[in-house]
């Protein structure tokens, strides 16, 4: 059986994989988070994403702070 690799991406944040078979938490830019980085991000409050500490302004994301 060939080993199935197509449901595993990077970590935006560290070098682990994350299984995209399961629900994970995403960034903004699309990427992944593993448990361990979750906590180092914010959630945006309209759209779900995560994205970092200080990379906006308020509680939402530049996408749905218009
Ligand atoms: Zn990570
Ligand atoms: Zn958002």
Request: glycine share 6%; hydrophobic share 20%.
């Amino acid at each position: 059986m060939a080993q199935n690799t197509d449901h595993f991406e990077k970590c935006e944040n560290c070098t682990n994989r994350v299984s995209t078979y399961n629900y994970n938490p995403q960034t903004i830019r699309g990427n992944y988070l593993c448990k361990s980085c979750v906590s180092s991000y914010e959630v945006c409050a309209r759209c779900g994403l995560h994205y970092k500490f200080g990379e906006t302004n308020g509680a939402y994301c530049q996408e749905c702070d218009d």
